[in-house]
């Protein structure tokens, strides 16, 4: 098995440092084959890690999402508004559990009543290091739907939604839920309540 060992490092230049910090590597690698190709540049993006939750009303079969504007969904043909499980960016020194707690507060107005860490897993690792832990919470959702939350100084306009979980999975199923860590946690609960993805 390969290993992080595995890789020559050249040079490592900052090229943006803005919210989204960029870097222009220069590496080479050890191939499966044995040796290594001629020393090649990529681009990699840091943003640090991030938390997702899966927040789930047992009682009303319901799960309880936000809609809010994303930039990388910006030339969607469908919409840059996605429907998603609460999110944010774990911030130096914070856990992973603390922020999914807070995301919660901010995002639906409401905490799970606790949390269950289901995967940790990079999203796009082709050109960028943030890593995903998704974690499950159960939640009452009465009261929550179609309230208007966020920061605003964070610029969030966010709208909760509850959606029926059958409703939600057809809503991923037919490419209306496009948020790939929301239909990653939908199919998780889906396959732990014994439903169809």
Same mark, same amino acid.
């Given at each position: 098995?390969?290993?992080?060992?595995?890789v020559?490092?050249f040079?490592?230049?900052?090229i943006?440092?803005? *919210?989204?910090?960029?870097? !222009?590597?220069?590496? /080479?690698?050890?191939? *499966?084959?044995?040796?290594?190709?001629?020393? *090649?540049?990529r681009?990699l993006?840091?943003?640090?890690n991030a938390?997702?939750?899966?927040?789930?009303?047992?009682?009303? &079969?319901?799960?309880?999402?936000?809609?809010?504007f994303r930039v990388g969904?910006?030339e969607d043909?469908?919409?840059?508004?996605?429907?998603? *499980?609460p999110?944010?960016?774990?911030?130096e #020194?914070?856990?992973d559990?603390?922020v999914a707690? !807070?995301e919660?507060?901010?995002?639906?107005?409401?905490?799970?009543?606790s949390?269950?860490?289901?995967t940790?897993?990079?999203? /796009?690792?082709?050109?960028?290091?943030?890593?995903i832990a998704?974690?499950?919470?159960p939640? &009452?959702?009465?009261?929550l739907d =179609?309230?208007?939350?966020g920061?605003?100084?964070?610029?969030? =306009?966010?709208?909760? !939604? /509850?959606? =029926?979980? =059958?409703e939600?999975?057809?809503?991923? !199923?037919?490419?209306?839920?496009?948020?790939?860590s929301?239909?990653?946690?939908?199919?998780?609960?889906? #396959?732990?309540l014994?439903?169809?993805?």
């Open positions: 098995m390969l290993t992080a060992k595995d020559k490092i040079s490592r230049e900052q943006s440092k803005g *919210f989204l910090k960029i870097f !222009r590597i220069k590496l /080479t690698h050890r191939l *499966f084959a044995g040796g290594e190709p001629e020393p *090649f540049v681009e993006m840091e943003r640090g938390v997702a939750v899966v927040l789930y009303d047992e009682r009303h &079969d319901k799960v309880v999402m936000v809609e809010q969904a910006l043909p469908e919409s840059p508004w996605l429907l998603e *499980f999110a944010g960016v774990v911030k #020194g914070e856990s559990e603390d707690m !807070r919660c507060e901010e995002e639906v107005g409401r905490a799970p009543k949390l269950h860490p289901i940790k897993c990079y999203l /796009t690792p082709g050109g960028s290091s943030e890593k998704i974690f499950y919470g939640i &009452d959702s009465e009261g =179609d309230t208007i939350k920061l605003d100084c964070e610029n969030e =306009d966010i709208r909760v !939604r /509850t959606l =029926d979980l =059958d939600a999975l057809e809503m991923t !199923r037919d490419g209306r839920i496009r948020n790939a929301t239909a990653l946690g939908l199919y998780w609960l889906a #396959g732990e014994g439903r169809k993805p």
